[in-house]
């Protein structure tokens, strides 16, 4: 891969998390990347030695995992251990996303242990009011993969964004998740994951 290549990809991700008007999988990854306006950038540098640092398909899902975290991060940038961290977390976790949703529901259902509510109360959006299935998002409490199959299954996200129109947050957080969804294959995956919904109700005793 060169950093050419590289650049391109940057380019249409970065659209695809920043731009409305721009849908990665709608245009199939192009932009109008002209190699000339490449050769001119001053950062130019960064594409060419990421490019030779790691191969096509790691690079890009380096920078989708890093994009998902930060869509206003910067190509020199990620050469900080941190965008290595954020990579490594990123690939466990679609590895062992069955795993992964596992354990966010253990700790959705250990909520309704501590606070006494039902399952469906953490879906409950109030006005100007996070619902607490957010709050655990926020917290890290829960991984962004999970939040997203969640709406999959339940498709709480359209309430959320006509409960909290004038959120910052959430407008942010919606966005992220939606611009996201295409590439998580799980979301087409949905009744393997309503079956571990319901596995977990059994276990916790919550339907019978």
Same mark, same amino acid.
């Given at each position: ?36 306006? #490449? $050769?001119?950038?001053? +950062? ?7 490019? *030779? @640092? %790691?191969?096509?398909?790691?690079? &890009? ?39 992964? #949703? $596992?354990?966010?529901? +253990? ?7 501590? *606070? @006494? %509510?039902?399952?469906?109360?953490? &879906? ?85």
């Amino acid at each position: 891969m060169t950093g050419f290549e590289l650049y391109k990809i940057y380019l249409a991700l970065k659209a695809h998390f920043t731009q409305e008007s721009y849908d990665f999988f709608k245009y199939g990854g192009k932009t109008r990347a002209k190699h000339s306006t #490449f $050769e001119n950038r001053k +950062d130019r540098y960064f594409f060419e030695k990421l490019a *030779k @640092k %790691i191969d096509g398909q790691t690079a &890009f899902n380096y920078m989708l995992a890093n994009l998902i975290h930060s869509d206003r991060l910067w190509i020199g940038e990620m050469f900080d251990s941190k965008c290595d961290n954020i990579y490594k977390d990123w690939q466990k976790r679609q590895q062992s996303l069955s795993y992964v #949703f $596992e354990q966010d529901c +253990d700790k959705i259902l250990s909520q309704l242990e501590n *606070k @006494k %509510i039902s399952f469906n109360n953490m &879906f409950q959006c109030q006005r100007h009011q996070h619902p607490e299935i957010y709050k655990l998002l926020l917290q890290q409490e829960i991984s962004i993969e999970g939040f997203i199959i969640l709406d999959s299954i339940l498709g709480f996200f359209k309430e959320f964004d006509e409960c909290l129109p004038d959120d910052v947050m959430w407008k942010e957080t919606s966005k992220k998740c939606r611009r996201y969804k295409p590439f998580l294959p799980a979301c087409k995956n949905t009744p393997h994951y309503r079956r571990i919904i319901k596995d977990k109700l059994k276990k916790y005793e919550l339907i019978a």
